[in-house]
T-cell receptor, first 112, second 110 residues
């Protein structure tokens, strides 16, 4: 089993729908992150969390929300999906930032 | 100045060639640096970490120049399987997150 698991792998949804992307990890890391990747723009941080009670906004948090249900689980929600949220979404974890991240396999989201 | 800047490429090189990518960063206090490899539509995977002047792993060498605030990645004897995008990564000023460059695309041809 993968250390960092993202579900679903692919999703097509309609404009205005609410959608949740899930991330779970077995590495025992405290720090979890959600990024989105768009061609030419690289990886941009949406939200991150250092603990169950800790949630921090990244550079592009508008239109997104997160929930850290447990140390191992970090979910990303799009309350009302719009087409420009079509992207590849990655979850990442680490115990210490200076050691680098481990990434999940990504969720390809298409909003039509 | 952007926090992390890379030449997007693409770099098109023949098999067996040596190729080098540079990356500049703005956080002069950073103590760690990373190169990640990303295949098309896949997750980034850690290729090399750099904590001092450099690091070498087989055909891959990463070098750090703190005075000029750049890191480089050298790939010797390029293989077809090296074709990918290489991401330069540096911790943020308060080390709570990593900052990713937009990537340098490498294409190795036969």
């Amino acid at each position: 089993d993968a250390d960092v698991t993202q579900t679903p792998r692919n999703r097509i949804t309609k404009t205005g729908k609410r959608i949740m992307l899930e991330c779970s990890q077995t590495k025992g890391h405290d720090r979890m992150y959600w990024y989105r990747q768009d061609p030419g723009l690289g990886l941009r941080l949406i939200y991150y969390s250092f603990d169950v009670k800790d949630i921090n906004k990244g550079e592009i948090s508008d239109g997104y929300s997160v929930s850290r249900q447990a140390q191992a689980k970090f979910s990303l929600s799009l309350e009302s999906a719009i087409p420009n949220q079509t992207a590849l979404y990655f979850c990442a974890t680490t115990q210490i930032t200076n050691y680098g991240y481990t990434f999940g396999s990504g969720t390809r989201l298409t909003v039509v | 100045r952007k926090e992390v800047e890379q030449d997007p490429g693409p770099f098109n090189v023949p098999e067996g060639a040596t190729v080098a990518f540079n990356c500049t960063y703005s956080n002069s206090a950073s103590q760690s640096f990373f190169w990640y490899r990303q295949d098309c539509r896949k997750e980034p995977k850690l290729l090399m970490s750099v904590y001092s002047s450099g690091n070498e792993d087989g055909r891959f060498t990463a070098q750090l120049n703190r005075a000029s605030q750049y890191i480089s990645l050298l790939i010797r004897d390029s293989k077809l399987s090296d074709s990918a995008t290489y991401l330069c990564v540096v911790p943020s000023y308060n080390t709570d997150k990593l900052i990713f460059g937009t990537g340098t695309r490498l294409q190795v041809f036969p």
